[in-house]
């Protein structure tokens, strides 16, 4: 009998997860749909090359303002009220869009944009984390993810179909609905208030303890050098079709979305019953192959062969740092660290726009895809480093 309550207890797929993952889902996909297509929004109202950079970059930086706070208030507040709070914030963000008629009033309306995107992103991995049985949380994460990397592919994809068949205006009606159901289905979910901290956090070190979290930091690291090689896809990919003479660059994202629906479950279980090393180390070098192929890519065929490549190291490098950062770190220290952690990626997201964009910018779109391949070799490095001095065994 106690063998079968604990596995009804171990259960993955509850209500509350289903519609998390569906939240989280409207969530990403909206704001996907904006990345590929912002950008020439800027360009069409006589924005400047370093104007489009400015697009992701100012989101980030208010993105990580955002989490250096929201982390401490979902420890203390509750990831619930968080994350309603951040959807809001988003909602009026992308209804501001449909009236923007400047370049400076759209990156004024991507400030505000960060500051929710910062808060929701945190809560819901932190809510997720909460939800997803301990002894599952590899797999659970990685499902969970798969809503998001669903998003990213289909977000840009539908964006530029969006776009090109019927204007922003509908890009912006868009985008606004579907952050509308991201807004209303966690208001059903039901949430257990956890465990009080063990230890308090003294006043002489509760401003940096309590905005980042220490254990988190070298996970996170790993995920900005990840998040640099992604900024460079999802910024430039379009600009990249043109140069290349490729028609319809969105077969990429859906591509990359059906290889991280695959991978993600599966590395998600490798996680929990081998350690990360089986899935950051290998899932580094199909990054690798899918950057390089990219950047050779003149074809949809190739493109499509780069984008499974990139997929499947990406769908398993990212939920598998998530999960390993939530691992290290104690309960109480969830929403900190997924702060942190989520604050490495849009650093990694926002910087590679920008650094990235100024090579492009001196040679070409392919050769910018070549020399995001050292990022993902200095991971490597890093991480091999890590693991000799840290002597884990997985």
Request: hydrophobic fraction near 50%; charged fraction near 10%; charge should be positive.
């Given at each position: 009998m106690?063998t079968?309550t604990?596995?009804?207890?171990?259960?993955?797929?509850?209500?509350?997860?289903?519609l998390i993952?569906?939240?989280?889902?409207f969530?990403v996909?909206?704001?996907?749909?904006?990345?590929p297509t912002?950008?020439?929004?800027?360009?069409q109202?006589?924005?400047t090359?370093?104007?489009?950079?400015?697009?992701?970059?100012?989101?980030?930086?208010?993105?990580?303002?955002?989490?250096?706070f929201?982390?401490p208030?979902?420890?203390?507040?509750?990831?619930?009220?968080?994350?309603?709070?951040?959807?809001v914030?988003?909602?009026?963000?992308?209804?501001?869009?449909?009236w923007?008629?400047s370049?400076?009033?759209?990156?004024?309306?991507?400030?505000?944009?960060?500051l929710?995107w910062?808060?929701?992103?945190t809560?819901?991995?932190?809510?997720?984390?909460?939800?997803?049985?301990?002894?599952?949380r590899?797999?659970?994460l990685?499902?969970f993810?798969?809503?998001?990397?669903l998003a990213m592919?289909?977000?840009p994809f539908?964006?530029?179909?969006v776009?090109?068949?019927?204007?922003?205006?509908?890009?912006?009606v868009?985008t606004?609905?579907?952050?509308l159901?991201s807004?209303?289905?966690?208001?059903f979910?039901?949430?257990?208030?956890?465990?009080?901290?063990?230890?308090?956090?003294?006043e002489s070190s509760?401003?940096?303890?309590?905005?980042?979290e220490?254990k988190?930091?070298?996970?996170?690291?790993?995920?900005?050098?990840?998040?640099?090689?992604?900024?460079?896809?999802?910024?430039f990919?379009?600009?990249?079709?043109?140069?290349?003479g490729?028609a319809?660059?969105?077969?990429?994202?859906l591509?990359?979305?059906?290889?991280?629906?695959?991978v993600?479950?599966?590395?998600?279980?490798?996680f929990?019953?081998?350690?990360h090393?089986?899935?950051?180390?290998?899932?580094?070098?199909?990054?690798?192959?899918?950057?390089?192929?990219l950047s050779?890519?003149?074809?949809?065929?190739?493109?499509?062969?780069?984008?499974l490549?990139?997929?499947?190291?990406?769908g398993?490098?990212?939920?598998s740092?998530?999960?390993?950062?939530?691992?290290?770190?104690?309960?109480?220290?969830?929403?900190?660290a997924?702060a942190?952690?989520?604050?490495?990626?849009?650093?990694?997201?926002?910087?590679?726009?920008?650094?990235?964009?100024?090579?492009?910018?001196?040679?070409?779109?392919a050769?910018?895809?070549?020399?995001?391949?050292?990022?993902?070799v200095i991971?490597?490095?890093?991480?091999?480093l890590?693991?000799?001095?840290?002597?884990?065994?997985?």
């Open positions: 106690s079968l604990s596995s009804k207890q171990e259960a993955l797929w509850t209500r509350d997860l289903l993952l569906f939240s989280n889902f969530c996909f909206g704001f996907q749909m904006l990345l912002l950008p020439s929004f800027v360009s109202h006589g924005g090359d370093a104007q489009v950079g400015l697009v992701i970059g100012i989101l980030t930086l208010a993105a990580v303002i955002a989490r250096l929201v982390g208030l979902i420890d203390s507040l509750g990831k619930k009220i968080i994350l309603i709070v951040g959807n914030i988003l909602l009026i963000s992308m209804g501001s869009y449909y923007a008629a370049v400076a009033f759209v990156l004024g309306i991507r400030f505000l944009h960060g929710g910062g808060t929701t992103t809560s819901y991995g932190a809510l997720a984390s909460d939800i997803i049985p301990a002894s599952r590899g797999e659970g990685g499902y993810g798969l809503g998001s990397t592919a289909l977000g539908t964006g530029i179909w776009m090109k068949s019927y204007g922003f205006d509908w890009l912006f868009v606004f609905l579907s952050t159901l807004l209303v289905l966690p208001l979910v039901s949430v257990k208030k956890g465990p009080a901290p063990a230890q308090p956090v003294s509760s401003l940096l303890s309590r905005m980042v220490p988190a930091l070298f996970p996170a690291f790993l995920v900005l050098l990840l998040g640099v090689t992604y900024g460079g896809v999802v910024s990919i379009t600009l990249f079709g043109t140069e290349a490729i319809n660059v969105g077969w990429f994202f591509v990359n979305a059906l290889s991280v629906f695959i993600r479950p599966i590395s998600g279980r490798i929990d019953k081998r350690g090393f089986w899935v950051l180390f290998p899932g580094a070098f199909f990054s690798m192959i899918g950057l390089l192929v050779y890519a003149t074809t949809t065929p190739l493109l499509m062969v780069a984008a490549f990139y997929g499947i190291g990406f398993s490098i990212q939920p740092i998530q999960a390993w950062t939530v691992n290290r770190v104690a309960p109480n220290r969830r929403g900190v997924n942190t952690f989520y604050n490495g990626f849009d650093l990694g997201l926002g910087g590679g726009g920008m650094l990235l964009g100024m090579i492009a910018a001196s040679t070409s779109y050769l910018m895809y070549r020399v995001s391949i050292v990022l993902m991971y490597l490095v890093v991480y091999l890590y693991r000799y001095k840290q002597k884990e065994p997985s």
